[in-house]
C-alpha cells in the first residue's frame, strides 16, 4: 500500500524559508509522478509543483516559480519542496501526492495523498 507522510510545516514571517518533505513507501514501479499542492481557507485545491521520477522534468505554478524548488532524494525516498522568499499569501496546507499511470504529472487527478503540513506566514 502507498504511503505519503508530510513533515516540515510552520510559521514564520514573510520573506522566511521553509523545507517541507513527504516521505514515500509502498511503490514498486520505476516511473512516476509526484506533486505538492496547496488549500487555503475558502479557496480550491491548486498545483504547486510537480515532478516527473523518470525523466526528471519539472513544473511548477507561475505564483512560485523562482521562489520554490521540488526535488526527490532517491535514496531516502524521499520528496521536497524548497521554499524561500515566503509571502503572506503562501498560507495553505500544503499537499504531497504521488501516482504511477499519470499521462501527465501536471494533472490533479493522483491518486493516493498525504495528510498535509500547515505553512503560516505572516507579514
Known amino acids: 500500500q502507498v504511503q505519503l507522510v508530510e513533515s516540515g510545516g510552520g510559521s514564520v514571517q514573510a520573506g522566511g524559508s521553509l523545507r517541507l518533505s513527504c516521505a514515500v513507501s509502498?511503490?514498486?514501479?520505476?516511473?512516476?509522478?509526484m506533486s505538492w499542492f496547496r488549500q487555503a481557507p475558502g479557496k480550491e485545491r491548486e498545483g504547486v509543483a510537480a515532478?516527473?521520477?523518470?525523466?526528471?522534468?519539472?513544473y511548477y505554478d507561475a505564483s512560485v516559480e523562482g521562489r520554490f524548488t521540488i526535488s526527490q532524494d532517491n535514496a531516502k525516498n524521499t520528496l521536497y519542496l524548497q521554499m524561500i522568499s515566503l509571502k503572506p499569501e503562501d498560507t495553505a496546507m500544503y499537499y504531497c501526492?504521488?501516482?504511477?499511470?499519470?499521462?501527465?504529472?501536471?494533472?490533479?487527478?493522483?491518486?493516493?495523498w498525504g495528510q498535509g503540513t500547515q505553512v503560516t506566514v505572516s507579514s
Open positions: 509502498g511503490y514498486t514501479g520505476s516511473k512516476y509522478c
Open positions: 515532478i516527473d521520477t523518470g525523466g526528471g522534468a519539472t
Open positions: 501526492a504521488a501516482d504511477p499511470f499519470l499521462l501527465h504529472c501536471r494533472s490533479s487527478n493522483y491518486n493516493y
